[in-house]
């Protein structure tokens, strides 16, 4: 396993001449799409007149230094704003994996009016969006702040901006999706129904706590909060490396190394999450494995099966198999998976959604509708249509738009 954010700063190597992209030609819109997983850079100003009085002026900030980089200051810790978070932002090959600052980054991936506009050039509807890497894909950095108030504080000033801001500006255009407090379930649970009843319809959390320094998936410890989940409704979405760790074989595998396993992080999530018993004792729990891919679903399916030769299922799953309730509770995102579609019934085609995974790295930005056409070919529109939109729709309870 290696650090996510290490990772990257370790991957940018030297920094050249930077080229922002510019307007985009119009694609043909093929599909509607409602995107489960794309990514926002936080601005700069997330957090002011967001936290009580008393603690605003010890609240996460943006400071830059004498190099011009950009950095993020949590109580005595800084982080550099990454290039990694908005390199689509910039013309394939002139863009940069490491330290920047906000001038050198597209708006687009942190300004919502922007990333409003490219978001139409493409044919997305609507988006949900994780945050950045040096908050976490799963908002762990409020977890290591040493001050337990500040760090809630900050944390629900991050949920309010996301409400108010960046999901209230356009509404129905950004899925709002709060982020947990991870330093205690009780209270967490607390704040998914306050939220709940607030408009959020989604969570991220972190598909591996115990890589947090937090009680085990196999603990009942999170029970509180997978309650709350499920009696509100609140869809759990488990992005890939949300533990702050990826799957990498060796000290110095190459960047590639990363990109192709990240897949494989999905499929470990998916199989201790359903070992753990989390979706027997919870069976209305909505689970969405973000940016996890589905190539290595039919895989699972094959290895369970056969393993059934040998073990006795009924005593963890009664009627149930392991495969009934994978299908039933945990949901799947594709952008790269052209291999498997031909068997996306394996995966059930009502639980696979689409995603565009802007800013990153792995973005099909400004792409996505030839990819997906080229993905798609033989497979019946209306099982498209139940892929691209709603699919993502019914799950995370979004208004229809006309056509």
Known sequence: MADLLEKILKYAGPKGTLV???????PKLRYRIVSVDDHLVEPPDLFEKRLPARLQSRAPRVERDDLGIDYWIFEDERVPLLGADGIRGWEVGKGYLGPVNFDELHPAVWNIHERVRHMDAIGVEASLCFPSAPFGFAGWRF?????????????????????????????????????????????????????AARG???VSFSENPEKLGLPSLYSRDWDPFFRACEETGTVLNLHVGSSSETIVPSRDSSPAVLGALFPINGMATATDWLFAGIPVRFPQLKIAMSEGGIGWVPILVDRIEYMARVLDY???????????VLRRNFWFTTFSDPSTLPLRGLVGVDHIMVETDYPHTDSSFPETQDLLASHFQGIPRAEIEQMTHENARRLYRLEPRAA
């Open 200 to 202: 959020f319809t989604s």
């Open 20 to 26: 922002r992209r510019g307007e985009l030609s119009a």
């Open 143 to 195: 977890l290591r702040m040493k001050d337990r108030e500040l760090g809630l504080a900050s944390l629900r000033a991050f949920n309010d901006w996301t409400l108010e801001v960046w999901a209230g500006t356009y509404p129905g255009r950004m899925i709002p999706c709060q982020l947990a407090w991870l330093a205690d379930p009780v209270l967490a649970a607390e704040e998914i129904r306050r939220n």
């Open 314 to 324: 009924s005593k963890e799953f009664g009627p149930l198999s392991p495969i009934d």
